[in-house]
Structure formats: structure tokens, C-alpha cells
């Protein structure tokens, strides 16, 4: 197993090397008075004064040397001051929200991890039970509505849903609104009374010990979840169902019921974890999913995580934002996929011995 995971992790720096190529050729498209956002946050008034810069950013240079430099960033060689690098935690400067892209990402991928934590377990979880139960009823009635319930699910765009949530939670019955937090309880978490621990709303208001900040930031969370949680209840009840079908008919499920054990161990003990490889995947990946930014969820709940943030830079064609974006979300994916191997690994002893 140690084995198997040094070799994952060999592979970690490899992958990320190819992530900055692929974002790098994506910025060598633009044009240079364009990547001069990479390093600087005043764009010149003098238009006269464009050309010295593009030539002390080297951005007239050959494009290995413009690489190096966007990794490691330029140094100026009269104040000694570093410019760029996203080695060294520069992404870039957002012209369209006025801050650094680090300082963007920084301020807004809390939100989406709050979300995110909330959201993991019913979207995952539910989605699973729901397939196991349409497969175990198979054909029957249980089944016949999971079908409906998936072909439904998965032609349901996103942000229809989440606007069918907001007229009747929010407009009708004034039950959960839009938003993270409350005007009143935003001025409480803005002083200093209230510490911020972790950066996450909904765990910091249980430490400062204020119940009524987490459930009011709670209840501004039920509308994204759900939206969150029904469309991916689809896919996961969809994979989940077949996946359990397929377990149901092989030989040692019969052997398991032969012996005259019990149905329940059957399915949750032998059929179930070996019908549970693909499922690790595509529940990975929706959690990469979630905190990349669920974008439309986010945009129509104005909620103030990190993919409403890349809506408004991609409105606002601001590209060096939306590459840094691009970037972490990269390195998030990596991240990911290491998680995903060593689950499998642990599902499946077969595939670290492979």
C-alpha cells in the first residue's frame, strides 16, 4: 500500500508541470500589453510608456524565457522587488474586482468550502442509497420512480431548478434566503468580538459559540444544497444503479445467497463494496466539482464563494483572473485524483497490486 501511494505521489509534480503548460499556452495567446497584467496592477495611462514595459517583463522574449518568468516571476533589478511568479503565490492582479487573484481566491474559496462541506454527505450519500434501493428493487416500484426520478434529475438544468427553488422558498415562503449570511449578523462577524478560526462561516459561529450566526448562515445554505444535491442525486442513482445490477449477478452473490445468508449482508456486505469502484470516482470528482466553484448554483443564489467570482471575471473578459482560476482548480483536480487512486486502492486491493 506504501508502495503504491510513493508511485501516486511520484506522479503529483509531473501532472502539475503539465497543468501550468496547458494554463501558460492559454496566456500565450494573449497579447502583451494584456499579460502586463501578470505583473503589474497600474496599467500605464502613457501609452508611450507600454513598450519599455512589455521589454522589462521580457514579454518580447522567447516563450520558454516568458514561462520561466510566469513561473518564478521578474525580478526588478532596481528595488530588488519580485513581480509575478505563481511559484512564489502570484497569480496575476483581477482588474474587474481590483485585487490580486491569490487575495480573490483566498477570500472567496472559504465561502465554497462551507458550501461544500454541507452539500458533501447529501449529495453523495442520498445519491448512493437511492441507487442501491432502485437496484435492489429492480423493475419493481421503487425502481420504476428512481428512473423517472434520474431521467428527470439529469435533463433538469441547474439554474432552472435553482430558480424554481427561490420562487418558493424565498419569494412564496420567505423560508431561506439567497446570499451566506444575514445583514444584521454580517456587521457581528465583521468586529472583533467574532474570531475567525478556520474562515468557514458555519464552523467559526460554532466556536465563537454563537448558535444563532450558524443557523441563520444554515438556513442561507438549504437552497444551494438542495439544488446542489438534486442534480447530482441523478448521476449518482443512475452509475449506482448499474453498477449494483451488475454485482447482483455474479456468481459469488449467488454462492452468498446459496448458503442462506442473510439478504441484508448479501447486498450491503458483498455485493455493495465491489459495486462501489465507480461510484468513488464520480464521488470524487463531484467533490472537486464543489469546491472548484459550482458556478451556476453559486451565481443564481448570490452566493459569495469562488465560482460566482469567476462568472463575474468572465463577464467582465478579465482573463488573467479567470487563468489563475483555471490554475487552482488544476491543482485541485490533482489533488483529487491522488484521494480517488488511494480510495480504490482501499476498496480494492486488486489495483495496487496491478
Keep these: 500500500m506504501v508502495n503504491y501511494i510513493i508511485r501516486r505521489l511520484l506522479l503529483v509534480p509531473v501532472l502539475l508541470v503539465g497543468v501550468t503548460i496547458l494554463i501558460f499556452a492559454m496566456v500565450s495567446f494573449l497579447q502583451p500589453v494584456e499579460r502586463l497584467a501578470l505583473y503589474m496592477r497600474d496599467f500605464p495611462k502613457n501609452e508611450a510608456a507600454i513598450p519599455a514595459l512589455i521589454n522589462k517583463y521580457d514579454l518580447d522574449k522567447p516563450i520558454y524565457v516568458q514561462y520561466w518568468n510566469w513561473l518564478v516571476g521578474k525580478v526588478d533589478k532596481a528595488t530588488g522587488v519580485r513581480h509575478g511568479g505563481i511559484l512564489y503565490g502570484d497569480f496575476g492582479y483581477s482588474r474587474s474586482q481590483s485585487q490580486p487573484v491569490v487575495e480573490?481566491?483566498?477570500?472567496?474559496?472559504?465561502?465554497?468550502?462551507?458550501?461544500?462541506?454541507?452539500?458533501?454527505?447529501?449529495?453523495?450519500?442520498?445519491?448512493?442509497?437511492?441507487?442501491?434501493?432502485?437496484a435492489v428493487h429492480h423493475n419493481g416500484f421503487i425502481?420504476?420512480?428512481?428512473?423517472?426520478?434520474?431521467?428527470?434529475?439529469?435533463?433538469?438544468?441547474?439554474?432552472?431548478?435553482?430558480?424554481?427553488?427561490?420562487?418558493?422558498?424565498?419569494?412564496?415562503?420567505?423560508?431561506?434566503?439567497?446570499?451566506?449570511?444575514?445583514?444584521?449578523?454580517?456587521?457581528?462577524?465583521?468586529?472583533?468580538?467574532?474570531?475567525h478560526y478556520t474562515s468557514l462561516l458555519t464552523i467559526d459561529a460554532l466556536l465563537n459559540g454563537r448558535f444563532d450566526i450558524y443557523l441563520d448562515a444554515m438556513r442561507h445554505l438549504v437552497m444551494p444544497i438542495l439544488t446542489l444535491s438534486y442534480i447530482n442525486w441523478a448521476t449518482f442513482l443512475r452509475l449506482t444503479r448499474g453498477s449494483m445490477l451488475e454485482t447482483l449477478r455474479m456468481e459469488y452473490v449467488t454462492t452468498a445467497r446459496a448458503k442462506g445468508l442473510p439478504e441484508h449482508d448479501v447486498i450491503h456486505k458483498h455485493a455493495k463494496p465491489n459495486a462501489m469502484l465507480p461510484v468513488v470516482t464520480l464521488a470524487g470528482f463531484s467533490v472537486v466539482g464543489l469546491l472548484a466553484g459550482a458556478v451556476i448554483t453559486e451565481t443564481v443564489f448570490n452566493y459569495p464563494g469562488i465560482g460566482s467570482a469567476a462568472v463575474r471575471a468572465a463577464t467582465a473578459l478579465d482573463v488573467v483572473a479567470m487563468l489563475g482560476f483555471a490554475l487552482f482548480d488544476g491543482f485541485i483536480l490533482i489533488v483529487a485524483a491522488l484521494v480517488v487512486d488511494i480510495l480504490y486502492a482501499l476498496v480494492d486491493p486488486r489495483v495496487r497490486l496491478s
Excluded: E
Excluded at 105 to 133: E, Y
Excluded at 157 to 170: A, C, E, R, S
Design 104 to 134: 480573490l481566491i483566498k477570500r472567496r474559496f472559504p465561502a465554497t468550502v462551507d458550501l461544500t462541506l454541507w452539500a458533501v454527505a447529501p449529495v453523495i450519500l442520498v445519491g448512493i442509497w437511492l441507487g442501491v434501493q432502485a
Design 143 to 195: 425502481d420504476q420512480a428512481a428512473r423517472v426520478f434520474a431521467i428527470v434529475g439529469t435533463s433538469f438544468p441547474t439554474f432552472v431548478f435553482g430558480l424554481l427553488m427561490l420562487m418558493i422558498f424565498y419569494a412564496n415562503l420567505q423560508w431561506f434566503p439567497p446570499g451566506r449570511i444575514s445583514d444584521n449578523f454580517s456587521q457581528i462577524i465583521d468586529s472583533g468580538a467574532f474570531h
